[in-house]
């Protein structure tokens, strides 16, 4: 459900202006009901200017209306005009320089514990790129002599949950199913 805005702000509003119970107002605002008894005894959020939901569109006046005769209906927030937010999908992440060194270690890692992997996989699991990858691989990085496979996880660069997913998912479209290694085998060190 989505909250008010400025939830101690929005209660005095409701407060002042309608009949809904302290409960009522306090589920609505994310508060507890004792807080809005005491907005409304004047001890919490002194001088404080109400602020409208109706006009800011978090509320309709018949929600208002129907929770205002019924002391046990709750508020159900109107749906906003404009659209909200949706979380950002998960693109290229950021790796600190400190660790951007590891990057090939890891890669080789990978190649030669996880076959499988495909490279847009190792790609995105690492954020890497795929001429580096195919670098590692052919042992053509400027840095080959010095490369040691090193365990992604261990390195930092993703994790334990993540490495998995990606192993599990190139494994069902190779259609191959591994069982789970000893716990000191995958270290790779």
């Known amino acids: ?26 589920e609505f605002c994310a508060l507890h009901e004792l807080e809005v008894q ?4 004047g001890e919490v959020a002194i001088g404080m ?25 709750r508020l159900k ?15 290229a992440r950021y790796t600190p320089v400190s660790k951007r060194q590891d990057r090939p270690d890891a890669i080789a890692w990978l190649l030669k514990n996880y076959p499988e992997l495909a490279d847009p996989q190792i ?9 580096t990858i ?5 042992r053509t990085h400027w840095n080959a002599p010095n490369i040691k496979p090193q365990n992604p996880v261990g390195l930092g ?8 997913k990606a192993v599990n998912l190139a494994r069902a ?16 060190q």
Not at 77 to 91: F, H, L, N, S, Y
């Open 1 to 26: 459900m989505i909250r008010p805005l400025m939830p101690k702000a929005t209660a005095v509003w409701l407060i002042e202006n309608t009949a809904l119970t302290f409960d009522q107002i306090a």
């Open 38 to 41: 005491a907005i409304a005894d």
């Open 49 to 73: 200017q109400g602020l409208d939901p109706i006009a800011a569109g978090e509320l309709t006046k018949e929600e208002i209306d129907r929770c205002s005769g019924d002391p046990s209906a």
């Open 77 to 91: 927030a109107a749906e906003p005009a404009t659209p909200v937010p949706q979380a950002r999908p998960k693109g």
């Open 123 to 131: 790609a995105k699991l690492i954020g890497t790129t795929k001429p």
């Open 134 to 138: 195919n670098a590692v691989r052919e």
């Open 157 to 164: 660069l993703c994790s334990e949950a993540e490495l998995e």
């Open 173 to 188: 479209r190779a259609g191959t199913v591994h069982a789970p290694a000893a716990a000191g085998s995958e270290t790779g």
